[in-house]
């Protein structure tokens, strides 16, 4: 459980992005009724638009975007390297950056970083102070420290150098919030290191040491599953020895599977896009280990089709009678409406997820429920009776 300014968190927890105040295609009424107590903002695009002063005149993110409960809010540091790297998946199947002016890294400086905004191509800096000031205006129950989120593809060298600046860039966050930050907000270091097992024991132990308030591990974790899998082992089974009461986040991780295995491995909270892109893009998330727990309804094979997205769901979408052809239609005419609809749904599949695993560590039978789970047994949620035996 973690007691935050504005609220409680049951924790294992998943967390909705709400990168620029708001969770696509929902309200935040319907995103509580699904049963979340916490979304993320993200602290780049909200400084860039509509910037941290507005968003502080309306008394902080909380008040601008109308959400009651906690907020977590990104360093930023995952945005701005990711214009000069490209994202995990960019570098894994090999494309470069498209070579545009805007939206790119000019340097990277012990004092931070210069880049040109996507929006209109001027030039911005951010460093550790920049980001925590930014984030004290959004006001977040969670403030994540600035770091530098290293590309798979990089050097064994160039790795252990970032990783150094990034636990320097964690003092001066800390430092800049002792005497600045808002009453109340907390303060997680980034645990980085990429796929070095002792550079991420090293960096486990410096954000430990640096009296943070809570752990976020963060950085290129693998090509691969697998590798992603022990590569959070190892950092958890390190945070778990030094400082097993603070809580710990796995950042950017949202994949069904992945969330199983981070919650049997000892992660407190998670945040992904995962579920809400899929639905912008038509996938609903269905109990289908073999087909990654997804079903496209944007394919010809479910035009008419009269099934509910998932027999069985309590989610509004499939208590309300949708059915498959119906969304199909939706999706096909670029009606806005469905892709809403499998927001709902999805969040709805996550929200359920997680209070089966919640469940299952109160009741000691963790082992057993993520073995069902992930062999493709439907979440139930806890205000179901458990149909995971069967």
């Not at 645990?191 to 809570?214: I, K, N, P, Y």
């Not at 030094?242 to 295995?261: K, S, T, Y």
Request: aromatic content about 6%.
């Amino acid at each position: 459980m973690l007691r935050l300014e504005h609220g409680q968190v049951r924790t294992p927890a998943f967390v909705p992005l709400a990168t620029r105040g708001a969770v696509r295609t929902l309200a935040p009424a319907d995103v509580r009724a699904l049963g979340y107590e916490m979304v993320l903002g993200n602290t780049f695009h909200l400084m860039l638009s509509p910037g941290p002063d507005l968003i502080e005149s309306f008394g902080g993110l909380h008040e601008f975007m109308r959400w009651p409960a906690p907020i977590i809010t990104d360093s930023g540091g995952f945005q701005v390297f990711s214009m000069g790297h490209g994202g995990v998946a960019d570098e894994i199947k090999g494309r470069g950056r498209s070579g545009r002016s805007d939206g790119a890294i000019v340097s990277i400086e012990e004092d931070g970083v210069r880049f040109r905004s996507y929006i209109d191509g001027s030039e911005w800096f951010m460093g550790p102070e920049t980001s925590m000031q930014v984030q004290a205006a959004l006001r977040s129950d969670i403030a994540l420290a600035f770091d530098e989120c290293t590309p798979f593809h990089a050097t064994r060298d160039y790795t252990a150098r970032s990783t150094e600046r990034t636990h320097r860039w964690l003092a001066r966050c800390l430092r800049w919030h002792d005497e600045h930050g808002p009453r109340g907000q907390t303060v997680y270091g980034i645990v980085q290191g990429g796929v070095e097992h002792d550079l991420r024991l090293a960096s486990s132990q410096a954000v430990v040491q640096s009296g943070c308030d809570g752990i976020a591990i963060g950085g290129s974790l693998g090509r691969d599953k697998h590798q992603m899998h022990e590569v959070v082992a190892w950092t958890t089974a390190e945070l778990h020895r030094l400082a097993p009461e603070r809580p710990r986040h796995l950042l950017g991780i949202g994949e069904i599977d992945d969330l199983i295995v981070g919650v049997e491995l000892g992660i407190d909270t998670f945040d992904c896009a995962m579920p809400t892109r899929l639905a912008r893009h038509g996938i609903a998330l269905v109990p289908d280990p073999a087909a990654r727990w997804r079903v496209d309804l944007v394919k010809s094979r479910w035009r008419g089709c009269s099934e509910a997205v998932l027999d069985g769901c309590p989610c509004p979408v499939c208590a309300a009678g949708f059915t498959r052809g119906y969304l199909h239609y939706l999706l096909r005419a670029g009606e806005l409406t469905g892709m809403r609809l499998l927001t709902e749904h999805n969040l709805g599949f996550i929200a359920r997820l997680m209070a089966d695993l919640r469940l299952a560590i109160n009741t000691g039978e963790l082992p057993r429920v993520a073995a069902a789970l992930r062999a493709g047994a439907a979440p139930v949620g806890e205000t179901q009776s458990s149909q995971l035996d069967k």
